[in-house]
């Protein structure tokens, strides 16, 4: 009989952080916080882009995958999740790396919002130049 396999990875996108484990070999169970992706999510594009490296990996219905996410909102923790899952994965089997590389899932997304100047009245927006 196989023994199972742990790995842990984190990842985090704008100001949501996600902490993430794959259990080889699984049932293709994905668990989100307690919750199936598309209960917690509610939107299946953010589901389709958190689990996007199982998928291009062929791990979808082999691996259990369970993922503790906080801070942030939605968009930011899908990609949290998916730069963790990619981590986790590139740790299970080198094999895979240079595909999650090729698909740009090792990255981190560095865009963060910006912030607020004193003496504007937005990011950037100024207020209005008056002559006379």
Known sequence: MDAQRFVFAAGSRKRARARARVKEPGHGWIYVNGKRPLAYFGREDLVIKATEPLTRTGLAGKVDVAVKLDGGGLSGQA???????????ARLDERYLEVLKKEGFMGRDPREKERMKYGRTKRRRSWQYSKR
Do not use: E, F, S, Y
Not at 82 to 89: K, T
């Open 79 to 89: 990609g949290a999740m998916r730069l963790a899952i990619a981590r986790c994965i």
